[in-house]
């Protein structure tokens, strides 16, 4: 499996080459050269996964046809690390409601919840597998990341819980001293004290300074 850039970019790359590159080398987003097709019966199959096994291989088995440069083993346990009862508060970590109106022999539809995850964003659900592949692809590397971040959304508490406790030891200035650790700063749009010009609620204000140490407020909007 290739990876592309929505801008034109002619790099063709894997996915571990893009993992920690963020946006492709023209500004744009990468996309998969192609996508897999599912057939009716690779769906079944999917769907006796889940309900046999977890939501945890479920997840594997759809995101080993779009990663294919991590052993699938690994890939297996990166999944089952992440998507389990102690992260998301519950086994199924996904689960589904079905909405029967009165008189219907079977539901006809399905409330699905995303917001069991750390922060209670519907984020979580790739950001705790983000920070699981983020640690593993850089033990694999021998290296490091530094995150520096500004945003005003449950993106940056999501984002944030997934990397917490991923360092290795560093000194003050955040030079790192040991492989496959990320450390993660951001800073907060508007000072409390500027309100009504601050642009961050009070309680997503006390969620990410519960999470990590922030580098402190900033003037000015998050973009």
Same mark, same amino acid.
Not at 27 to 35: D, I, R, S
Not at 51 to 56: D, F, L, R, T
Not at 60 to 79: G, H, K, M, N, T
């Given at each position: 499996?290739?990876?592309?850039?929505?801008?034109? !970019?002619?790099?063709?790359?894997?996915?571990?080459? $893009?993992? @920690?590159?963020?946006?492709?080398?023209?500004? /744009?987003?990468?996309?998969?050269?192609?996508?897999?097709? $599912?057939?009716?019966?690779?769906?079944?199959?999917?769907?006796?996964?889940?309900?046999?096994?977890?939501?945890?291989?479920?997840? =594997?088995?759809?995101?080993?046809?779009?990663?294919?440069? $991590?052993?699938?083993?690994?890939?297996?346990?990166?999944?089952?690390?992440?998507?389990?009862?102690?992260?998301?508060?519950?086994?199924?970590?996904?689960?589904?409601?079905?909405?029967?109106?009165?008189?219907?022999?079977?539901?006809?539809?399905?409330?699905?919840?995303?917001?069991?995850?750390?922060?209670?964003?519907?984020?979580?659900?790739?950001?705790?597998?983000?920070? &699981?592949? =983020?640690?593993?692809?850089?033990? *694999?590397?021998?290296?490091?990341? &530094? $995150? =520096?971040?500004?945003?005003?959304?449950?993106?940056?508490?999501?984002?944030?819980?997934?990397?917490? &406790?991923? !360092? *290795?030891?560093?000194? %003050?200035? #955040?030079? =790192?001293?040991?492989?496959?650790?990320?450390?993660?700063?951001?800073?907060?749009?508007?000072?409390?004290? %500027?309100?009504?010009? #601050?642009?961050?609620? /009070?309680? %997503?204000?006390? @969620?990410?300074?519960?999470?990590? *140490?922030?580098? /402190?407020?900033?003037? /000015?909007?998050?973009?």
């Amino acid at each position: 499996m290739r990876y592309l850039s929505t801008r034109g !970019h002619a790099d063709r790359k894997q996915f571990c080459e $893009i993992l @920690l590159e963020g946006l492709a080398p023209d500004g /744009g987003l990468y996309l998969p050269e192609c996508y897999p097709q $599912i057939d009716a019966a690779t769906l079944t199959r999917l769907r006796e996964v889940w309900q046999s096994q977890g939501y945890a291989d479920l997840a =594997f088995e759809v995101l080993s046809l779009y990663i294919d440069d $991590i052993p699938r083993d690994d890939l297996q346990a990166l999944c089952r690390k992440t998507y389990t009862l102690e992260v998301f508060g519950t086994k199924e970590i996904v689960p589904l409601k079905p909405l029967q109106a009165s008189g219907q022999a079977q539901p006809e539809m399905f409330l699905e919840a995303l917001s069991n995850g750390p922060t209670l964003a519907f984020k979580d659900m790739a950001m705790q597998l983000l920070g &699981n592949l =983020f640690e593993y692809e850089l033990a *694999r590397r021998g290296e490091a990341l &530094n $995150i =520096f971040g500004a945003t005003s959304g449950d993106t940056g508490s999501a984002a944030e819980y997934a990397m917490r &406790n991923r !360092h *290795r030891e560093f000194h %003050q200035l #955040g030079a =790192f001293t040991g492989p496959g650790g990320v450390l993660l700063r951001r800073l907060l749009p508007g000072h409390p004290k %500027q309100r009504p010009k #601050g642009q961050l609620h /009070g309680a %997503q204000r006390q @969620l990410w300074q519960c999470v990590c *140490r922030p580098c /402190g407020p900033h003037d /000015g909007p998050a973009d």
